[in-house]
């Protein structure tokens, strides 16, 4: 899992699975290009890595329709992308009596709209080294069910349907498009999650992940796996990384 020389561009680097994965990419010899929209964590996050030089770009997902050309931008400042993982997302728990249109139209935007736009524009001529691996962080909640989860796993079931096609349709430019769909891991978003259920409930989630709770180096592995060399005969999977969660 040889990254040396090759630049990832990770959204959602500022926390959680976005900055382990980061972090994971610069000691694997990798230069990361850092994104979120807080700039003070984000170079936070960049002390924090080995290696270098790693880019800090501040930048709001929430207008897919400008992404694009943001990215091709990047490429001519930094250099080609070799790899994309979009980590960032929105965690919506609510029972569907209470969700909004409002609701629905933000977490598409940033957990689908906002991917599909990455896509778009790590695959133009110029942007990419001639090939590449795209991979978008879903979760199993794209793959069974859970009450109060259902905009959440509505995203991230779209994110595992899109890996499918679009791996079909940018096999022919050599560049690969994965999923990797984790339980939960120990982060930032695992406590939100944890405010918004029961003691009773969150004990209930923790057991039934067989192997207990994941830690962000679980996930980040995976993610790493699916950029380098070590994956190069595989696209358009989602790769379930969940303690045993799915196995039930």
Same mark, same amino acid.
């Given at each position: 899992?040889d990254?040396?020389g090759?630049?990832?561009?990770?959204?959602?680097?500022?926390?959680?699975?976005?900055?382990?994965i980061?972090?994971?990419?610069?000691?694997?010899?990798?230069r990361?290009?850092?994104?979120?929209?807080?700039?003070v964590?984000?170079?936070a996050? $960049?002390?924090?890595? *080995? %290696?270098?030089?790693?880019? +800090?770009?501040?930048?709001?997902?929430?207008?897919?329709? !400008?992404? #694009?050309?943001?990215?091709?931008?990047?490429?001519?400042?930094?250099?080609?992308?070799?790899?994309?993982?979009?980590?960032?997302?929105i965690?919506?728990?609510?029972?569907?009596?209470?969700?909004?249109?409002?609701?629905?139209?933000?977490?598409?935007?940033?957990?689908?709209?906002?991917g599909?736009?990455?896509?778009?524009?790590?695959?133009? $001529?110029?942007?990419? *080294? %001639?090939?590449?691996s795209? +991979?978008?962080?879903?979760?199993?909640?794209?793959?069974? !069910?859970? #009450?109060?989860?259902?905009?959440?796993s509505?995203?991230?079931?779209a994110?595992?349907?899109?890996?499918?096609?679009?791996?079909?349709?940018?096999?022919?430019?050599?560049?690969?498009?994965n999923?990797?769909a984790?339980?939960?891991?120990?982060?930032?978003?695992?406590?939100?999650?944890?405010?918004?259920?029961?003691?009773?409930?969150?004990?209930?989630?923790?057991?039934?992940?067989?192997?207990?709770?994941?830690?962000?180096?679980?996930?980040?592995?995976?993610?790493?796996f699916?950029?380098?060399d070590?994956?190069?005969?595989?696209?358009?999977i989602?790769?379930?990384?969940?303690?045993?969660?799915?196995a039930?």
């Amino acid at each position: 899992m040889d990254l040396s020389g090759r630049t990832v561009l990770v959204t959602g680097a500022s926390s959680g699975l976005g900055r382990g994965i980061a972090d994971l990419v610069a000691q694997l010899g990798g230069r990361v290009i850092l994104v979120a929209r807080d700039p003070v964590r984000l170079e936070a996050t $960049r002390a924090a890595l *080995a %290696g270098g030089p790693h880019v +800090v770009e501040a930048f709001d997902l929430s207008n897919p329709d !400008g992404i #694009p050309v943001w990215i091709r931008e990047l490429a001519t400042r930094h250099g080609v992308l070799h790899g994309l993982v979009h980590s960032a997302g929105i965690l919506t728990t609510k029972p569907l009596r209470m969700q909004s249109a409002s609701d629905w139209e933000l977490a598409m935007r940033i957990n689908v709209s906002a991917g599909a736009a990455l896509a778009k524009g790590f695959r133009q $001529r110029g942007v990419n *080294a %001639g090939a590449g691996s795209i +991979v978008f962080l879903s979760s199993v909640m794209g793959l069974v !069910g859970q #009450p109060g989860q259902v905009l959440y796993s509505a995203t991230k079931g779209a994110l595992v349907a899109m890996t499918r096609s679009m791996a079909l349709e940018l096999a022919r430019e050599a560049i690969r498009v994965n999923c990797v769909a984790p339980a939960v891991v120990m982060t930032g978003m695992s406590e939100e999650l944890q405010k918004n259920v029961s003691p009773e409930q969150f004990a209930q989630i923790t057991a039934q992940h067989p192997l207990g709770l994941g830690r962000v180096e679980d996930v980040a592995n995976a993610v790493a796996f699916l950029l380098a060399d070590s994956a190069r005969w595989i696209t358009g999977i989602t790769l379930t990384v969940d303690g045993g969660y799915t196995a039930q």
